[in-house]
């Protein structure tokens, strides 16, 4: 997404033990659809891989960009969350998405569900390897539905707004993605790799305090427990292998998913299974774009690889993501607020991290802007260490209910790290 469109309905913005402190891109015009598994578009069900559909024109009007398209209800393979990709993710998709979804467990059908349309200003700095790589596609946010095994879609052009013109025509290469998150433990995981590296790290004991006469040390909240990629599921076959590290984090940006509220905290593995699975094999990201995770339960979760206390370069805020981190809370906080478990997740997650380069979480900082909808590429900006994504890029996350927490979350976070 280039710009907050005032007529979306928001931008979205989806065991214990201690680890050791990616040509141009795709062309608008581009035919290719995205990664798909062959058994997820071949055979029998086998859990984890996406479906991904072809919509079509659903009116008279059978031209490409056609400002109707969709796809008729019909029975599917098991998925849990659903989203809508196109060929490129420099076209906006000016429009309403929707879908309707069958439940497994009980047969009935949901109502018509949106998913949040402008979704590119969470994704890699311009003319980064990631973002340049050719495999980058434009999308929708995520939305969790559950399980379900019939889908119906529909995607409505609207006219932008701040327009007189017609409905804009829709991007090329719509298509439907449907994501099985797969099972919490792949196959994959090797005994070597579960040997090295547990599935929970445990919160680490504040220290003792100094006495006055001693040099104070620097300001570092305790370790917060954190769950591992091993913890949630990650299979690391899907990302792209290797780190890619920036240089320092002096600045949390947080986020929400935008996924939907309606999961439940036992859930939250395989929504964050799915989003990795979208991010990479749907939008065509080296790995997950954040961070971090925080459920609605406060547990934390390890996002993108890299290493927990290191400085991981994510995708999460255009034109922000270097000196960075990327925290998003799992659900869609426009109008409804984050639970207080959540808000001190974020606390102790930032006093930690941001603490250990330095930084207090009630200050300010500057950044230097890598290009985006708010500031020009090279410009310095003064932000929040703990900052909502909307302080980097016109947008709508982290939603108006999250937002309007952040400054408790940087009071708590001052706290824990003993200011």
Known sequence: MRGFLASSTGVTCAAALALPLAPPAAAATSSAPPATSSTARHGAYAPGGTQSLPLAPLARDRAPGAAEQGLRRRDVRRFSLVGVVWDSPATELHGRVEVRTRTVATGTWSGWQELETHNADHSADPDTPESTSGRVR????????????????????????????????????????????????????????????PAVLPALPARPALPARQKAEPHVGPRPSIITRRGWGADEKLREQGYVYTKKVKTAFVHHSATG?????????????????????????????????????????????????????????????????????LGTYSSKKPSSAALKAIARLTAWK????????????????????????????????????????ATNCPGKKLYAKLGTARSKAAKYQGR
């Open 138 to 197: 434009g999308a929708t946010a995520p939305l969790w539905v559950g399980e379900s095994d019939g889908v119906e879609a529909r995607v409505r052009g609207e006219k932008p707004p701040g327009t007189t013109r017609s409905a804009a025509p829709l991007p090329t290469g719509l298509r439907l993605e449907l994501v099985d998150p797969g099972e919490d433990t792949p196959q994959a995981t090797t005994r070597a790799r579960a040997q090295a590296e």
């Open 261 to 329: 509220n309606n999961y439940r905290c036992a859930q939250a593995p395989s929504v964050i299974r799915g989003i990795y699975r979208y991010h990479v094999n749907s939008m065509g990201w080296r790995d997950l774009g954040y961070n971090f995770l925080v459920d609605k339960c406060g547990h934390i979760y390890e996002g993108r690889a890299g290493g927990v206390s290191k400085p991981v370069l994510g995708a999460h805020t255009l034109g922000f993501n270097s000196n960075s981190m990327g925290i998003a809370v």
């Open 354 to 393: 941001v603490g250990l380069y330095g930084m207090n979480p009630r200050g300010k900082t500057y950044l230097k802007s890598g290009g985006g909808n708010l500031y020009r590429k090279g410009k310095k900006v003064r932000l929040d260490v703990i900052s909502g994504h909307r302080d980097g890029f």
